[in-house]
């Protein structure tokens, strides 16, 4: 239709790094997730959580389960290991109960965090 042929009706989604995933607050979900763009979680999710740009975890937001992510920005609670491959930021209302893995992190006065922090930078 329109000038195209037969051959081209599909379509390949094309990879925008604007895009992102948003879960709700109010919504549960039991799964382990892959993200390739960003993610804004207001809900819960028990499971893990690999995301490949920005994790951003709303005050409301809540993770049981390890999370790996190139940002992460916490303001909600996650209750396992986090690994940052970027960085990651602890806002005032984070709570964070497990091991956390960095190349750069930054914790604001009020966040809770207990667990192991390891630097992953080279300081070669």
Request: proline letters at 2%; aromatic letters at 4%; glycine letters at 10%.
């Amino acid at each position: 239709m329109f000038g195209k042929n037969a051959s081209d009706t599909t379509t390949t989604p094309q990879k925008v790094s604007s895009d992102v995933c948003n879960v709700a607050q109010g919504t549960t979900i039991t799964a382990t997730i892959k993200v390739e763009s960003n993610m804004r979680l207001e809900g819960t999710i028990i499971g893990d959580i690999t995301c490949h740009g920005r994790l951003v975890l709303a005050p409301s937001g809540f993770i049981e389960g390890n999370v790996i992510s190139k940002h992460i920005l916490c303001e909600g609670k996650i209750k396992g290991d986090i690994v940052a491959q970027q960085n990651i930021h602890l806002f005032s209302t984070a709570v964070i109960e497990g091991n956390i893995k960095y190349p750069s992190m930054q914790m604001d006065t009020g966040a809770v965090f207990n667990g192991q922090a390891i630097c992953t930078k080279n300081t070669n």
